[in-house]
């Protein structure tokens, strides 16, 4: 069990700086969500079950697809302005 704590808490160190050093957005957030998936499992096994399943649904959940939709909203107010600078 130590083994895989020590696994856990590697992955979220590398998460976390990868998370800041990803130049692409989507991949920043798909690894945000890596992160948020991983920390719930931690939470889980100090076994806090309210802090995993609030991580697991805020932390993964909700906040990653509030953070997709505003890239996709940028993604289109950005596509917008390319068209209107065409014209």
């Known amino acids: 069990m130590e083994y895989f704590e020590l696994l856990l808490l590697g992955l979220l160190v590398i998460c976390g700086v990868s ?3 990803t ?3 989507l991949s920043s957030l798909v690894i945000f969500m890596a992160y948020s998936v991983i920390i719930s499992i931690v939470w889980a096994l100090l ?3 309210d802090l995993a ?3 697991a649904a ?3 959940g909700i906040s990653s697809i509030l953070l997709f939709l ?3 909203k940028l993604n289109n107010i950005r596509k917008e302005a390319e068209h209107e600078e065409k014209h």
């Open 19 to 21: 998370t800041c050093l």
């Open 23 to 25: 130049k692409n957005l």
């Open 47 to 49: 076994k806090a079950p």
């Open 53 to 55: 399943v609030t991580e």
């Open 58 to 60: 805020v932390g993964a």
């Open 70 to 72: 505003t890239l996709r």
